[in-house]
């Protein structure tokens, strides 16, 4: 690929103190995404019952996964092509105009539909953050820009629960979207300012037709995934099959169009790549166990312990705790020794002791047990996932950072979608059987039992009697432990695959210096001193 910079006889210094001013836009983007995500986990118990959604909730996390999946290889692509700056800003408006939108749904699909148009942008901001790191930070030296990372991944555990809770139980829940227009805001206008960055224009024709195909492979995937574990549809119907039909036929055409294309959005190449292949198919896997286990535990902590909307949200404070400490301590590591391969393997075996243990949850299991059990489970995934993006990032050309990139986070896209859409559909559909057992046992008609089942929320729990009360909460606990003994074979497969990860040396030149676009290092420092010197002696020489 080749790509002309707009100013290619100036190119960009990275010296320290531009590398952070870059960095703290990119700091802004991940905390409007980070805190969102804590909020909505929070409220979405109390959302899905006052739109009427209990038994298709699903589908917002669905909906959110299946847009973030399908822009991601877009982003990546066309930052590689087009520069990541203008990118970044248009992810952040897409975002927060779509956070609008969700707060004034004014029924269940219309707020899906706003929450998939959230994920467009928040597919980009994830996938350019990454990206922009990488480019302006050597391999070698990436693991000490984690503890800034860690920190607002730590502010947003701390205060999306709290501001989620208090949204949920002193407003309304649409406060949970309106809290981040003046976020957006704000990480907008510092990134338009801060994120300094070359801009591009491409060479080669615009590879269309594999955005095409990728978006159809992706949606059918889903869609096959959702319907098959749908229990009004199943795995039997002509609708499941006809969508996974679909995929098949997509998938095709999307390799086809791949071998053709002059500049392709996700290049066959990488997949010859050993490295890659195993890094991406680590995180195939686990992201299948492990979205599938975040994405219901706030509803089980609300329901199923009895706790508040801000309680259960706090309640995830010890995974994004031992997320954070594990996180910062390879990277740290990583920059020290140079040496990457343990870390997955550990952090394989620690995540499924927790999965166990999630196994045993009850109705009376201890609040203190299961923040243990969260603590380590977030421990595990923290020695994983920044260091298969790093692996990726290392084993590729720097003119191909962001599309490798891009694609080792859309698999693990993939996996959490069809971890979310399979395991959650088993929680629902044994959710709502459980419920309905519950109502009709208490004396309701099926039609009462149904509504009741589609409409209950957090806030009428203490309201109803002890005996349904009671039957409500073990009919979420019921429904999720069990699921986590279906995920533990996917970190099994995890776990092999990182035994076979092969260990390369990090690189020590930051991507926008290996492609010509950057001066970095001493170099940088040099020239930026000259610079300033200049400008300050040709301001002396215009004084009278």
Known sequence: MTS??????????????????????????????????????????????????????????????????????????????????????????????????????????????????????????????????????????????????????????????????????????????????????????????????????????????????????????????????????????????????GMAVAVAMFVFAESRAADPIMPLSLFRNPIFVNATAIGLVLGIGMFAAIGFVPTFLQMSTGTSAATSGLLMLPM?????????????????????????IVGTIVTGIAMTAMTTLTASTPVWLICVFLFVFGAGLGLIMQVVVLVVQNAVPAAELGTATSSNNYFREVGAALGTAVFGALFTSRLTENLNGVFTGAGASASDAAAATATIDPSVLGSLPELVRTGVVDAYADALAPVFWYLLPFVAVAFVLSLFLKQIPLSDVSGLVARGEAIGGDEAERLEAERQSTITRDAGRTLP
Request: glycine share 12%; aromatic share 12%.
């Open 4 to 245: 002309t910079t707009a100013r290619a006889d100036a190119p960009l210094l990275l010296t320290k103190r531009r590398i952070w001013v870059i960095f703290s836009a990119l700091i802004a983007g991940m905390l409007l995404s980070s805190l969102d995500q804590t909020i909505v986990s929070t409220a979405m118990p109390t959302i899905v019952g006052q739109l009427g959604g209990v038994e298709h909730q699903v589908w917002i996390t669905t909906a959110y996964i299946l847009a973030t999946t399908i822009v991601m290889p877009v982003y990546g692509k066309f930052g590689d092509v087009l520069g990541r700056r203008r990118l970044f800003l248009l992810a952040i408006a897409i975002f927060t105009l779509a956070s609008v939108g969700c707060a004034f749904a004014s029924d269940f699909w219309m707020f899906v539909a706003f929450r998939a148009v959230q994920g467009l942008g928040g597919g980009g901001l994830m996938i350019l953050s990454q990206a922009i790191i990488a480019d302006i930070v050597p391999a070698k030296e990436r693991g000490k820009y984690l503890g800034p990372l860690g920190a607002v991944f730590g502010l947003s555990a701390v205060a999306g629960p709290l501001l989620g809770g208090f949204f949920v139980d002193h407003l309304t829940w649409q406060w949970a979207f309106y809290i981040n227009i003046p976020v957006g805001i704000a990480a907008f206008v510092i990134g338009l300012f801060a994120l300094q960055l070359p801009n591009k224009r491409a060479t080669k024709p615009i590879d269309w037709l594999g955005v095409l195909f990728l978006s159809a492979a992706t949606t059918c995937l889903i869609m096959f995934t959702d319907f098959g574990g749908d229990r009004e549809v199943g795995w039997t119907s002509p609708i499941t099959w006809a969508w996974g039909a």
């Open 320 to 344: 994004m705790v031992g997320l954070m400490g594990t996180s910062i301590f390879s990277g740290i590591a990583i920059t020290r020794t140079g040496r990457y391969r343990l870390f997955p």
